[in-house]
C-alpha cells in the first residue's frame, strides 16, 4: 500500500518511540500505526494540545506536524503522533494501553478542557441555569466570548454532567415551579395545623385542557384541606362574579361556612366584593404571596389529577403543554387537513362530566394521605363546623360591590337610575354602603357604614308607579318620618327651654361687663411734623363766639352697682313681694335669679360676718 508522506518540519529523532504505537486508521480504512486524526486528538484532550478539530489543524500547520492523506470515507489527515508534544504522546500511549488491554483508565485529573477553563465551565452552566438547549445551542453562545472552544462531543458530555450533578441548583434558576413541585425539601405536612373540617378552604382556578363549544373556559376550584372535599365549577373568567358563585354553591351544598379561605392575589379574588363579603361572613381571607403555589398545594394537585384522569378522553382535548398541543394539532392537521381541534362538548357538559368524576370517583375512593376516602374523613370531622346562613343572607352578603353612595334629595343614583326605600328617609344627606344582586338589576341592597343591612332600594322604574307617583310616595314616608322625629324631639326635650337658656346667657355676659374695670392705658408722646402744625395752628386760632357760649353737653355715666347695693335691692324687691306687693315682675326674676348667685352668696356671708344690718332675706 503506497503512502504519501508530507511534512513541514524534520523527521523525528530516535527518542520519539511512540510513533510505532498502534491505532489509527490508515489510508483504505486499515490501522495506520504512529498516527492519528484530528478528531481523535481532539476527543483524546491531550495536555498541551487544544480540544476541537478545528484547533488541531490549526496547530498541526502552524508546528508542521506531519500527515498522511486519509482516501478512505470521509477523507482528511492523519497526524504523525511522533510530532506532538512528549507530554501529548505519552498521555496518548498511556490510553491506547489502557485500551489494548481492556483496563478503563480515567483522565488524568485536570487534563479535562473544563478544568483547565474553570471560565467557560461557569459560563455553560450560567447558560443552562437561564435556557435549556443542547450543545449548538450554547456553543454559538460561547463563541462570541472566549478564544479557546471545546469540542461539540466534549460540550455535550459536559452538559449532561451538570444537568446530572447540579440538577437542583440549575433547575431551582430556570423553572422555579419545576423546582418547587419536584426537588424543594418538603418534609413536613402542609396540613399538619389542620385540625377539623372546613378550618381552611382553598380557591385557585385553571384554564380547561379541554375546548368546548363557546370557547376554552377556566375551571374555579375548592377544596377544603382537612377532607380534600372538592367543588368545581366552570366559568368564562376568574372574576369576582364567579368567585362570589362559587362561595355561595359550596356554603349552600355543603351547609357550612368555613373559617378561612385562602386564595393567590388574582383580581378576581382579591376584589373589594370578595373581601367585603368575608367579613360579613365572619371569613378571614388569607391572600397568599405572588408565585406561592406552595401556599396551597391541595387545590394544585386536585386541578392536575382531574385534568389527567379526564380532560384527555373528552372531544377537543387541547394538551397538558405546549409541545403535546402542537402534537395534537399535527394529528388534527393530518385527519381533517387544518390544524384546529374540533370542539364538540359545551360547557354544561364539561360541567356535567366534572361532577360525575368529583362525586362518583374522587370523593369515594382511598385518597392516598388520608388513608381513606375524602367523603369518609370529611364525615369524622372532631369539631361541629360553623352552620351557613339563609340562603337570602348568603346572597345578600355575596352580592356584588357597588360601593359607597350619598343618599340624596332624589335617593341613591347609580348607573342613571333612582333608587328609594322607606327606611332611607333617616339617611338622607348620609353616606350608605350599597351592593346589588347580579340577579336582580332593579333592586340595590343598602347597608350602613359599619355593615348593618338597612334595606332593599327599589328603581323607581321598576316599582310599578309612574315617576311622578314614585317621587310623591317618596316624599310622603320622608315627611312622615320626620313627623315622629319632631314629635319625638319634642317629648325627650320638654324639660329644656331655649329662650330661658339664651336670657341666662345675656344676664351671665351683662353680669361679667359690669364688674370689668377699665384702668388708664400708659402712652408715650407721639409727634410727626404734620401734628405739631395742626396743634400750633389750633393754639394760635381765636375761640368761636358761638362754641365759647355753647355749653358743653353733659355726659351723663351710669357707675357700675357694687355687691353690697345689689345684695340690698335684691332682698328688698323679693321681701316686697312675700309681703304681697305689687313687684315688676321682671325685676323680681332678676332678683331671685342674683340671689341664687355665688356673688350674692359671698356678699351674704360678708355681710352676716360683719353684722351689717340689711334687710330680711326670705326664700325665692
Known amino acids: 500500500m503506497t503512502r504519501a508522506y508530507h511534512t513541514g518540519r524534520a523527521a523525528p529523532t530516535s527518542h520519539q518511540c511512540s510513533a510505532e504505537l498502534p491505532s489509527q486508521t490508515g489510508t483504505s480504512g486499515g490501522k495506520v500505526p504512529g498516527y492519528a486524526s484530528a478528531q481523535e486528538l481532539a476527543d483524546a484532550a491531550l495536555p498541551g494540545l487544544p480540544t476541537t478539530k478545528r484547533s488541531i489543524n490549526r496547530r498541526a500547520e502552524t508546528d508542521g506536524w506531519q500527515y498522511i492523506d486519509r482516501v478512505g470515507r470521509g477523507g482528511g489527515r492523519l497526524y504523525r503522533v511522533a510530532d506532538l508534544p512528549i507530554e501529548a504522546q505519552q498521555a496518548l500511549l498511556q490510553q491506547r494501553i489502557s485500551a489494548a488491554s481492556g483496563t478503563p483508565v480515567g483522565r488524568p485529573k485536570g487534563s479535562d478542557y473544563f478544568t483547565r477553563n474553570p471560565e467557560v465551565a461557569a459560563a455553560v452552566e450560567a447558560i443552562l441555569a437561564s435556557r435549556r438547549l443542547a450543545a449548538p445551542g450554547v456553543m454559538e453562545l460561547l463563541q462570541d466570548n472566549f478564544v479557546t472552544l471545546p469540542s461539540l462531543r466534549s460540550l455535550r458530555r459536559f452538559i449532561a454532567k451538570l444537568e446530572d450533578e447540579r440538577k437542583t441548583v440549575i433547575t431551582s434558576m430556570r423553572d422555579p415551579d419545576a423546582f418547587k413541585s419536584k426537588y424543594r425539601v418538603s418534609i413536613g405536612r402542609a396540613d399538619a395545623n389542620t385540625t377539623r373540617a372546613h378550618q381552611i378552604w382553598e380557591i385557585d382556578a385553571t384554564k380547561a385542557d379541554v375546548m368546548t363549544t363557546e370557547g376554552r373556559k377556566m375551571i374555579l376550584g375548592l377544596i377544603d384541606r382537612w ?12 372574576s369576582a362574579q364567579s368567585v362570589r358563585r362559587l362561595l355561595i354553591t359550596a356554603i ?72 403535546e398541543a402542537q402534537q395534537l394539532r399535527a394529528k388534527a392537521r393530518k385527519d381533517s387537513g387544518r390544524p384546529v381541534i374540533t370542539a364538540r362538548m359545551s360547557p354544561a357538559e364539561l360541567q356535567a362530566a366534572i361532577d360525575g368524576w368529583t362525586d362518583g370517583v374522587y370523593h369515594l375512593r382511598e385518597h392516598g394521605s388520608l388513608r381513606m ?59 350608605v354602603l350599597v351592593r346589588r344582586d347580579e340577579d336582580e338589576l332593579g333592586e340595590l341592597l343598602v347597608f350602613s357604614p359599619d355593615g348593618e343591612f338597612i334595606d332593599v332600594a327599589v328603581n323607581h322604574a321598576r316599582s310599578g308607579l309612574s315617576e311622578a307617583e314614585f317621587a310623591a310616595e317618596a316624599r310622603a314616608q320622608q315627611a312622615r318620618w320626620l313627623r315622629e322625629q319632631r314629635a319625638d324631639l ?5 324639660d329644656f327651654n331655649f329662650e330661658r ?9 351683662a353680669e361679667a361687663a359690669g364688674k370689668l374695670v377699665q384702668l388708664p392705658m400708659p402712652t ?17 386760632a381765636s ?26 335691692e335684691a332682698d328688698e324687691i323679693i321681701a316686697r313681694a312675700d309681703a304681697g306687693e305689687t313687684v ?31 334687710s330680711g332675706k326670705t326664700s325665692a
Open 252 to 323: 349552600e351544598r355543603w351547609g357550612v361556612v368555613p373559617e378561612i379561605v385562602m386564595t393567590d392575589r388574582g383580581a378576581g379574588f382579591i376584589n373589594g366584593a370578595i373581601v367585603s363579603a368575608l367579613e360579613m361572613l365572619g371569613i378571614e381571607h388569607w391572600p397568599c404571596p405572588p408565585a406561592s403555589g406552595d401556599k396551597k398545594p391541595h387545590i394544585e394537585r386536585v386541578f392536575g389529577t382531574f385534568q389527567r384522569q379526564r380532560t384527555e378522553l373528552f372531544d377537543g382535548y387541547l394538551g397538558h403543554s405546549v409541545a
Open 524 to 540: 408715650q408722646t407721639h409727634s410727626t411734623p404734620a401734628i405739631d402744625t395742626l396743634s400750633e395752628a389750633a393754639g394760635s
Open 543 to 568: 375761640p368761636q363766639p358761638a362754641r365759647r357760649e355753647r355749653p358743653a353737653a353733659a355726659t351723663i355715666v351710669t357707675m357700675p352697682k357694687s355687691p353690697a347695693v345689689k345684695m340690698r
Open 490 to 494: 319634642k317629648d325627650r326635650a320638654k
Open 227 to 238: 377532607s380534600r372535599r372538592v367543588l368545581f365549577m366552570v366559568c368564562p373568567s376568574e
Open 373 to 431: 376516602s375524602p367523603m369518609r374523613k370529611w364525615q369524622s370531622s372532631p369539631v361541629p363546623a360553623r352552620a351557613a346562613p339563609g340562603a337570602d343572607v348568603l346572597r345578600m352578603a355575596l352580592s356584588a360591590l357597588v360601593g359607597p353612595r350619598t343618599v340624596g334629595k332624589r335617593g341613591i343614583q347609580w348607573q342613571g337610575g333612582r333608587y328609594w326605600s322607606p327606611a332611607l328617609a333617616p339617611w338622607v344627606a348620609r353616606q
Open 584 to 614: 315688676d315682675a321682671d325685676a323680681l326674676r332678676r332678683a331671685r335669679l342674683y340671689a341664687s348667685t355665688s356673688e350674692y352668696r359671698a356678699q351674704r356671708a360678708v355681710a352676716e360676718h360683719l353684722a351689717t344690718p340689711t
Open 501 to 509: 337658656a339664651r336670657d341666662a346667657i345675656l344676664r351671665r355676659d
